[in-house]
Nanobody, 121 residues
């Protein structure tokens, strides 16, 4: 199995920035895509951003121009740079990864446990 662990969340003022990280570890795998979702209190989990193994990115309209998704060279860690943060960005941010484990060639979506981002004055 593969384990995803998010980090980098915290409390920031409106207009501030954070950088979230999500590291994948465990079974040897190849990466198809990695991404971020978020869930605010009382709301459904929503898509934020994804990046494919080829480097193509996709963003939710609500974060386009403010957030940037990227990976390391090994494509085992995904980052989310959050700029110009707004109070409505407050949520638990979850990492996900579309991976193929090498030992059994199974493609599966993995989820992290989430990291809290709070934007408040």
């Amino acid at each position: 199995q593969v384990r995803l662990v998010e980090s980098g969340g915290g409390l920031v003022q409106p207009g501030g920035s954070l950088r979230l990280s999500c590291a994948a570890s465990g079974s040897v795998f190849s990466t198809r895509a990695m991404g971020w979702y978020r869930q605010a209190p009382g709301k459904q989990r929503e898509f934020v951003a994804t990046i494919t193994s080829g480097g193509s990115t996709n963003y939710a309209d609500s974060v386009k121009g403010r957030f940037t998704i990227s990976t390391d060279n090994a494509k085992s860690t995904v980052y989310l740079q959050l700029n110009s943060l707004k109070p409505e960005d407050t949520a638990v941010y979850y990492c996900n990864a579309d991976l193929v484990t090498i030992v059994n060639m199974l493609r599966r979506i993995y989820w992290g446990q989430g990291t809290q981002v709070t934007v408040s004055s």
